[in-house]
């Protein structure tokens, strides 16, 4: 076996470039990475594969000029078709015979995977603690509540038939009741999930929710579409809160839309490179998608990281648990949600679950 064999089977990209920063080697993980094949990159400059101001080129560039290794644990690496995707780099230096550096070699690793889980454990440590915070308020603030809940229904009784106060009973009710919800989702979010898994028919899932928000869609213009397909092998969940966090993804993508649109249901054997198999305590298992896509108002760019946040929300009466609780719900089926979101034109929720087998 020969060097370059050992190179092209690493898992790591592997780009030397000669001192004019022409591509001399390109190993497989460096096509994936990319998006570039071998044969396309041979023999180009690194500037016309890459955008100039590219990390990896001034690692190199440096590299070549110097003589010396360079390393970036945080960088990033554009691909063609515009994704930026989070890479360590390391360069070191090739020498000839007589001592001048005749060419660089770089390693990248892709760090997304290792981005993703450490997004993950932080919003996991930011539910566990709202969680136990949420218990501790519960059985305090739902007593008195109670109490006051009580006071007005008979305040609201002393006072029928004056109509000027009984809008004003009606708001505190309400209002009583409001809190009430708060505390009940928050209590929903610190309980442990006792999940009941069972193979499902995620399509007549997906029905039952479409069929709840049904009216509500028509009366905002918003019609319902479907891409199912139509071999997806049933899923193992726990029906009741799949049912919970489809409709939550539902209400957004509604929500979204205030002028009307198009939601779109799409399910698909994964292929994602991140998620397609997923460890599930019991071996590998292949995972579906179902996607819930709107066309409203998008998310902006600042406040995609704080979606799952608990209490986040940018609606007037919003609470801003329902992704944190769909994210607690698909956590425990040992899946994942994904959020692509274009301003102004849409967003796309993508949740991965494990099949049944
Ligand atoms: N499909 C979507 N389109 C645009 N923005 C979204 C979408 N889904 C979520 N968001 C944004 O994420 C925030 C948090 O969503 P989340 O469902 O957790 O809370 P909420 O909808 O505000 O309130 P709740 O679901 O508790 O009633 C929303 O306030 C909104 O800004
Ligand atoms: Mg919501």
Redesign the pocket.
């Known amino acids: 076996m020969n060097f370059q064999t050992v190179l092209e089977g690493l898992p790591d990209a592997v780009v030397a470039v000669d001192e004019g920063l022409k591509v001399v080697f390109w190993n497989a993980a460096a096509e994936a990475l990319t998006g570039r094949s071998a044969r396309r990159a041979a023999n180009r400059s690194l500037k016309e594969l890459l955008p100039p101001d590219s990390p990896l080129i001034r690692h190199l560039l440096e590299t070549v000029r110097t003589g010396e290794s360079r390393s970036e644990g945080e960088s990033t690496l554009e691909t063609p078709d515009g994704r930026t995707v989070p890479v360590s780099i390391v360069t070191a230096p090739l020498f000839d015979r007589r001592g001048t550096v005749e060419a660089a070699v770089a390693v990248l690793r892709d760090i997304s995977r290792i981005r993703e889980l450490e997004a993950e454990v932080r919003r996991g440590e930011t539910l566990a603690a709202a969680g136990r915070m949420a218990l501790g308020l519960a059985h305090e603030v739902r007593n008195p509540l109670g109490a006051i809940r009580g006071a007005v229904q008979l305040l609201a009784r002393e006072l029928a038939g004056q109509s000027r106060f009984g809008e004003y009973t009606d708001v505190l009710i309400k209002e009583v009741d409001r809190v009430n919800r708060i505390i009940e989702?928050l209590l929903d979010l610190a309980r442990p999930v006792q999940l009941r898994p069972a193979p499902l028919n995620l399509h007549q899932l997906l029905e039952r929710v479409a069929l709840l928000s049904s009216e509500g869609a028509e009366a905002q213009g918003v019609t319902i579409g479907r891409r199912y397909d139509p071999s997806l092998p049933p899923i193992l969940g726990d029906e009741d809160r799949l049912v919970q966090v489809f409709h939550?993804?539902v209400?957004?993508?509604l929500?979204?839309m205030k002028h009307g649109g198009r939601l779109t249901l799409t399910t698909r054997i994964s292929l994602n490179p991140l998620f397609a198999k997923m460890d599930v305590g019991a071996g590998q298992r292949s995972m579906v998608e179902v996607q819930?896509t709107?066309e409203?108002?998008?998310?902006p760019e600042a406040?995609r990281g704080k979606?799952?946040d608990p209490f986040?929300?940018?609606?007037e009466?919003?609470?801003?648990?329902?992704?944190?609780l769909?994210h607690r719900i698909v956590e425990e089926h040992k899946g994942a949600l994904r959020?692509d979101?274009a301003e102004g034109r849409?967003?796309t929720?993508t949740c991965f679950l494990p099949i049944a087998r």
């Open positions: 989702q939550n993804l209400r957004n993508a929500e979204a819930v709107d409203g108002a998008g998310i406040v979606v799952f986040f929300t940018t609606k009466r919003g609470l801003g648990l329902g992704l944190a769909c959020i979101s849409g967003t929720v």
